[in-house]
């Protein structure tokens, strides 16, 4: 697992480490049911506040991308009957992104494409589900 950190960016640092998780899974870097490091022993390889990675941590398990296991910790989850409710979420959030791209004269072929781009570089899975 390898987590970056930009201290320079102007994107908060718990936001950075929850949507390089997100990659990582949808990368296949993360498996379902993978352990994470702990807060504390995450936080120190990153050299952040506990805070932070505990902040990270709740945001994915809000979102349904983690699981808390007493013996384990934080655990990848990614279930599949989640699915429905991700699919309203996203719809939202591409609301505003199609929304953004017809102000500045982005067709909707070009988001298309840019679209399956990013399917193509970033599942790994998608020869399984083919």
């Known amino acids: 697992m390898i987590l970056e950190i930009d201290f320079n ?3 908060a640092i718990y936001i950075q480490l929850r949507n390089q998780i997100v990659m990582g899974i949808a ?4 498996a379902d049911g993978e352990s994470l490091p702990s807060v504390r022993q995450l936080a120190q390889i990153l050299g952040v506040n506990m ?3 505990n902040k990270a941590y709740a945001i994915l398990r809000e979102e349904g991308y983690l699981k808390l296991d007493r013996r384990k ?3 990848i989850s990614v279930e599949a009957e989640e699915k429905q409710k991700e699919l309203e979420h996203l ?3 591409l609301q505003m ?3 953004q791209a017809i102000c500045k004269g982005v067709s909707k072929n ?3 494409q840019l679209i399956d781009y990013m399917y193509e570089n970033l599942d790994r899975n998608q020869e399984e589900r083919l």
């Not at 990368?27 to 993360?30: I, K, L, N, S």
């Open 9 to 11: 960016s102007n994107e």
């Open 27 to 30: 990368r296949a870097e993360f």
């Open 51 to 53: 805070h932070t990675v």
């Open 73 to 75: 910790g934080a655990v």
């Open 91 to 93: 719809g939202e959030d």
């Open 97 to 99: 992104l199609v929304a």
């Open 110 to 112: 070009e988001m298309h």
